[in-house]
């Protein structure tokens, strides 16, 4: 659950310590906190993140947490509220910081995606544990994206290096507040000058493509849609004695791919 990162006299961790630097924050005033409660019957912990990396004018974020929700799960709760959905959340992780005052020891812990915060909270008293969002270094990829929005020429984003397909596709469409699926689209790399196409696999990772990419070649990323893919829609189906529920594939009426 836990990486241990490192462990220091309190005196020094700001200066040996890279991670808690992030730490060393203003006294915080009433403006910069608010309170945000998830869609649970039963929040039973809150727990206070520290957001610099996303908001320099906001210095944390108060939620409402269940046992349960894991830091994969805060990180997208807080790109959500932030308004930030078209940032890829593998570029964030969290990090734990518990301060010992007794014994003057500060340990600052990276925490993994399963990891709960409320539940490490719980294991430790009030003011004596903090959590922060971190960010890491991700690369640029440009995606030819006029399939989902007409007039559109392309996208520039940035992402993880372990994001996959199918997650850039959905930061695609959360760009575009699109509420389509997923599967309803393909990621292709192409070269005109080599009459190349191939089509990615969905947990390919685009970032990793690209960087096998020979130098100075045309090579680009087009998303397409997929002519075959066909959505589910649950229709009753009534018997004598009771009815049953089915699922009828409706073919999607869209099939034109887009070339460059």
Partial sequence: MLKHVHRAKCADTLSIVSTASSFNHEPMSSRCSSITSLNISNPVDTIKVYTKCLRADLEYKTLGLAYTTTCSEVISILLNKY????????????????????????????????????????????????????????????????????????????????TTVDELIRILLNCYNSKEQVEQFSLYELSKSEEYQRKLHHDDMPLNVQCCWPPNSDYIFIIKRNPNYKSKQVQTVWTDHHHQEKEEPLTNEYENFIYI
């Avoid at 959905?85 to 340990?107: A, C, Q, S, V, W």
């Avoid at 544990?129 to 960010?135: A, D, V």
């Fill in 83 to 162: 308004r930030m959905r078209h940032r890829d959340p593998n570029l964030f992780y969290m990090t734990m910081e518990i301060n010992l005052r007794k014994i003057g020891l500060r340990t600052v812990f990276v925490l993994d995606n399963e990891s709960c915060p409320a539940v490490l909270q719980s294991c430790h008293p009030r003011g004596e544990s903090r959590f922060c969002l971190q960010s890491k270094k991700g690369g640029l990829v440009k995606v030819y994206d006029g399939e989902l929005m007409p007039g559109s020429k392309y996208k520039s984003l940035l992402i993880s290096e372990r």
